[in-house]
């Protein structure tokens, strides 16, 4: 433990030596002047300070002032050879440790020294504690935005599964609306019809198409719904969905979504192709049963109308139904060739594929 003592006398400072037979192991430092214990307290730490009040450069009363302020662990003991009450007053207010009265014995200043010490080891554990409380509060807190985070995650998760659930039961509840309508439906032009009515129904005022393939690479006009299309701009317009769009989707798997005129010239690889559907938002699909296109759906009207995300979800759930009730009727149609392979057959009547 180091020791400051500042008296003009030095006295004091024999005093603290002997007092290492009662606290131990000492180091004291003699000086005679306020200003000299400053320049002491500014090279290093002590412990405690003793000091004389009255000072021939100050009062000692200042120091303690500053030392509570600046150097908080430190202890003081006021030891004064002139005592009064006023002067002890200040001397409580202003923090010191103990007030002692010259004369002095080594027995009194000792034990005054040794209650100092045992404050400032109080003092050092307690600021321990602190700091350990505070890590623990960092941590507490670091832990706190983990989970804080790890909650907003699986919340995100939970709202995404309950989109995809939503939209799952929406999809069985698609599926299970447009099979009512067409489980018993053995007439292709019917069948045909309640589809486009059944898209038309689900994705508002819109020009829909269904194609069917005439021969390996052809597709031939099934029906359609004429939104808002001229007599003479629809004939071409068909004709050209035929020959063109029609065969590209059902040589493409899953829905074929185009929003604007670049996207239908990179999938089309032409302008004068993608040209016929300038300004169009285009929904299409295949229908397919055991791999093969039994029918190309196109979908298309303006771009400021496109198509929302739950037409997509009907569409792909209707697709599947719609090829396997056509593969239904053809065996129908080719029941009387027993157990042919009816996708190779064909139809009597123009020598196409049906």
Known sequence: MRVLAIDPEPQLGRLLTQCQTVTGPLEVVQVDSLAQGRSQLAQGRF??????????????????????????????????????????????????????????????L???????????????????????????????????????????????DLVTAYQELACQVQQVASASEYGAIIRNELDLEMLLRKSLEYLVDKAGPTNAAIFLPSSLDEFSLGGYVNYNCSNDAADILLEHLGDVVAPRVAQTDGLVRLHD?????????DDDQ????????????????????????????????????????????????????????????????????????????DGGSF
């Open 47 to 108: 412990d405690v300070v003793a000091l004389e009040p009255h000072l021939p450069d100050g009062s000692g009363l200042a120091l303690v002032q500053e030392l509570r302020q600046r150097h908080r662990q430190t202890r003081t003991l006021v030891v004064s050879g002139q005592p009064n009450l006023e002067q002890a007053i200040d001397a409580i207010r202003a923090g010191v440790s103990d007030f002692l009265v010259k004369p002095l014995g080594v027995a009194q």
């Open 110 to 156: 000792a034990q005054s020294l040794r209650r100092a010490l045992d404050q400032q080891a109080q003092d050092r554990r307690r600021a321990q504690r602190v700091r350990r409380l505070r890590r623990a509060c960092q941590k507490l807190d670091q832990a706190r935005l983990d989970i804080s985070r790890q909650v907003d995650i699986l919340c995100n």
């Open 261 to 269: 005129q670049q996207s239908l010239r990179d999938w089309l690889g």
């Open 274 to 349: 993608a040209a016929c559907l300038a300004e169009c938002d285009v929904t299409a699909f295949a229908c397919r049963h055991q791999k093969e296109a039994l029918a190309v759906v196109i979908l298309f009207r303006d771009q400021t109308q496109p198509f929302d995300e739950s037409l997509l979800e009907t569409c792909a759930s209707i697709a599947p139904m719609l090829g396997q009730a056509l593969a239904r009727l053809i065996r129908i149609h080719h029941r009387h060739l027993g157990d042919l392979d009816w996708g190779s057959v064909e139809d009597e009547s």
